[in-house]
């Protein structure tokens, strides 16, 4: 079956870490770009991250600095390490894949809670 | 990162026809064929229903349809059903340095 798993996410206080996994089945993960989206609750989506299949790796203002994208072509599998986490960093991570400029698998997403 | 401007809210009955715009710059929807449509249910995950400002993934019905002019990117549904009540997300690519950029997204009401 052709899936995106996201895991990872869970409550974490301001300034803590967390790290987001994506594990991709049924397609070959090394051809494809992948990305990270989140949608805080209520809100709209928000991109946040991208990695292309030769490790060219692109982020939104929001998370510079702070998060970084990696995969592993070996494990099929994408990921997030979030450091020096804020309140706004709250949402539903989804790992998506990049298809023909546009994002054409979502994973089911992973949520994150950042509150003391 | 700016977002693109979208209506927050479309409503429409059975069997007409809504267009949800979307509106960006010169720098970004102006700039790129490269226009995508997400539909997302309440606790779902979205799902892409127009691609390259125009294409259709297999799969999705014929009544979703996308175009752009200028600065502004449509989406067009016709023949409205129940189950095309949803928010809507248009997103383009936008260059380097913002990439990709997302639409607040429009709330559509089948009445």
């Known amino acids: 079956e052709v899936q995106l798993v996201d895991s990872g996410g869970g409550l974490v206080q301001p300034g803590g870490s967390l790290r987001l996994s994506c594990a991709a089945s049924?397609?070959?993960?090394?051809?494809?770009?992948m990305n990270w989206v989140r949608q805080a609750p209520g809100k709209g989506l928000e991109w946040i991250s991208y990695?292309?299949?030769?490790?060219?790796?692109w982020y939104a203002d929001s998370v510079q600095g702070r998060f970084t994208i990696s995969r592993d072509n070996a494990k099929n599998s994408l990921y997030l390490q979030m450091n020096s986490l804020r309140d706004e960093d709250t949402a539903v991570y989804y790992c998506?894949?990049?298809?023909?400029?546009?994002?054409?698998?979502w994973g089911q997403g992973t949520k994150v809670t950042v509150s003391s | 990162q700016s977002a693109l401007t979208q209506p927050a809210s479309v409503t429409g009955s059975p069997g007409q026809s809504i267009t949800i715009s979307c509106t960006g710059t010169?720098?970004?929807?102006?700039?790129?064929?490269?226009v995508s449509w997400y539909q997302q249910h309440p606790g779902k995950v979205p799902k892409v229903m127009i691609y390259?400002?125009?294409k259709r993934p297999s799969g999705v019905s014929n009544r979703f349809s996308g175009s752009k002019f200028g600065n502004t990117a449509s989406l067009t549904i016709s023949g409205l059903q129940a189950e095309d009540e949803a928010d809507y997300y248009c997103?383009?690519?936008?260059?380097?340095?913002?990439?990709?950029?997302f639409g607040g997204g429009t709330k559509l009401t089948v009445l």
């Open positions: 997103c383009t690519y936008a260059g380097s340095g913002t990439y990709w950029v």
């Open positions: 998506v894949r990049d298809q023909a400029w546009a994002f054409d698998m």
């Open positions: 049924g397609f070959t993960f090394s051809s494809y770009a």
């Open positions: 390259g400002v125009n």
């Open positions: 010169n720098s970004d929807a102006g700039s790129y064929d490269r």
């Open positions: 990695i292309s299949s030769t490790y060219e790796i």
